[in-house]
Structures are given as C-alpha cells and as structure tokens.
C-alpha cells in the first residue's frame, strides 16, 4: 500500500519487489501481466540492457506502482535461503538494476533474505499486528536489529501498526509504547476488509475508506522526510569531514 501511494502521488517510476514467500503476500493481491518472478530477474540480470527490457520482468498496475512478482512454488523458500543462487554479487546487481530505473523501491523480504537486504536499505518500516503479540513482536524485532549492527537504521525506522480498531486499542497503546522513543515514527493504519485474508482479490487503492487512504499518505509523508533528513544529514556529515568546507563556512 505505501508503494501505490508513492506511485499515485509522484511522477517518479516506482517498484515493489515481493522478496517474500508463503500465502497472502503482495503477488496475491495483484492481476499479474507476466509469468516472471523475482527468480527468473535474477536469472536474467545480465540481459536487462534497460527500462524496457526490465518492464518484461513487472506487472504495471492501476496506480502505476509496478510489481515484481514472488516465487509462489514449494521451492521458493529454499531458493532465496540458497547463497550459491542469490550470492552477495547477484544481490548488489540487483539493487543497483533497480536504482537505475527507479526513483523509490520498496522491497518485502522473506525472513531468509531480510539480514541481507539491511545494508541496501535506506529506510525501514517495520509493521506489526494491532494484536496482543505485538508488544513483544517489536521488543525481539528492536533485539535483533541492535544485535545485528543496525541500531541506526532501527533509531530511523517508521513502525507501523496495521489494523487498528476500538477493540485493539489496548494492544496498540502497549505496542507503541515499547516503541516509542527506539524508532523515529509511529503511524497507525485502521482496519481494511480488502486487506484481511479472504478480503479482495486485487486490491485497489481508491476502494479503500478515508481513513485508510490518509494514513497511507501520511505513512508516505513520515518516509519520505526520512529521506530528506537522511540527506541533510549525510551533507552535513562531509562539510565536517572536509577542512576547506570549514574554512568556507567559518569565513562566511
């Protein structure tokens, strides 16, 4: 849902890449245009000479957000667990492959593959149930990235708390107080019947309430001024690191 909204709100071309595997995920939810995968893109990097060529490998759908679509067999799981097929060099290729023909990629990995996409990331956005599991869900997520060398990426992260409702209230409240103050955004998104297992078939952004298209923009709002303090800050980091920078800005 944060990918149609990027795409129906800005000209930028924009992906989302369905790394995950099981049933419910974003393939799902999607009339596909062609029978290629995540699989058969990687398969076939060194044959993506350029944007048309990579438009073969996604299904464009209603919002403009383009799909690459997940590995649904009984194999897929072992295939993206397999570094012999999705080695370290497959993987920055194909980040980099999508940095030359997108503005803004969001990517859903499997479990498998999601310690190796940290370092590609620019920003995180962790998303949990409006449930009772959802307190220690974000407490032994929060563990894990800190224990992994991902602490600043989690102090940047945006949570989400999917499917929020008055009788979830409670569970939210203690989910986003476990939260608050370890990541930099908490954003509620409410209760979708099109997004619940056996909802719509295909989901289409604008069927959705008023409630929940604001809080997909609002969601797009929080990540894209990520970017832009990412960016602030990433300059302000070289004019320090630069001693003429300095002695420009000091004399000024």
Same mark, same amino acid.
């Given at each position: 849902m944060l990918g149609h909204t990027f795409a129906q709100v800005r000209d930028d071309r924009v992906v989302a890449v369905d790394a995950n595997t099981g049933g419910g995920t974003l393939t799902s939810k999607i009339q596909p245009e062609t029978p290629e995968t995540l699989t058969s893109l990687l398969s076939g990097l060194d044959r993506v000479s350029g944007y048309l060529t990579m438009r073969g490998y996604t299904t464009r759908t209603a919002s403009g957000l383009e799909v690459i679509s997940a590995d649904t067999d009984a194999g897929a799981e072992q295939r993206l667990a397999d570094r012999s097929f999705f080695s370290d060099h497959r993987l920055g290729e194909s980040m980099r492959l999508l940095d030359r023909h997108y503005k803004l990629a969001v990517i859903d990995p499997a479990a498998a593959l999601a310690a !190796?996409?940290?370092?590609? /990331?620019?920003?995180? #956005?962790?998303?949990?149930?409006?449930?009772?599991?959802?307190?220690? /869900?974000?407490?032994? &997520?929060? @563990?894990?990235? $800190?224990?992994?060398?991902? /602490?600043?990426?989690?102090? !940047?992260?945006?949570?989400?708390?999917?499917?929020?409702?008055?009788?979830?209230? &409670? $569970?939210? @409240?203690?989910? @986003?107080?476990?939260?608050? =103050?370890?990541?930099?955004?908490? #954003?509620?998104?409410?209760?979708? $019947?099109?997004?619940?297992?056996?909802?719509?078939?295909?989901?289409?952004?604008?069927?959705?309430? /008023?409630?929940?298209?604001?809080?997909?923009?609002?969601?797009? =709002?929080? #990540?894209?001024?990520?970017?832009?303090?990412?960016?602030?800050?990433?300059? @302000?980091?070289?004019?320090?690191?630069?001693?003429?920078?300095?002695?420009?800005?000091?004399?000024?």
């Open positions: !190796r996409l940290l370092p590609y /990331a620019d920003q995180l #956005v962790l998303v949990v149930p409006a449930s009772e599991e959802a307190p220690e /869900a974000v407490a032994m &997520t929060y @563990e894990w990235l $800190d224990g992994h060398g991902c /602490a600043e990426l989690r102090r !940047r992260a945006v949570m989400v708390v999917n499917g929020v409702s008055r009788r979830s209230m &409670t $569970d939210v @409240e203690q989910a @986003e107080s476990v939260a608050r =103050g370890r990541c930099r955004a908490i #954003v509620r998104v409410p209760w979708e $019947d099109d997004l619940a297992p056996g909802g719509a078939e295909v989901v289409d952004p604008g069927q959705l309430r /008023a409630a929940g298209r604001r809080a997909y923009l609002a969601l797009a =709002g929080v #990540v894209v001024a990520g970017f832009a303090a990412q960016t602030v800050r990433t300059s @302000e980091e070289e004019l320090a690191s630069d001693p003429r920078a300095r002695e420009s800005v000091s004399v000024k």
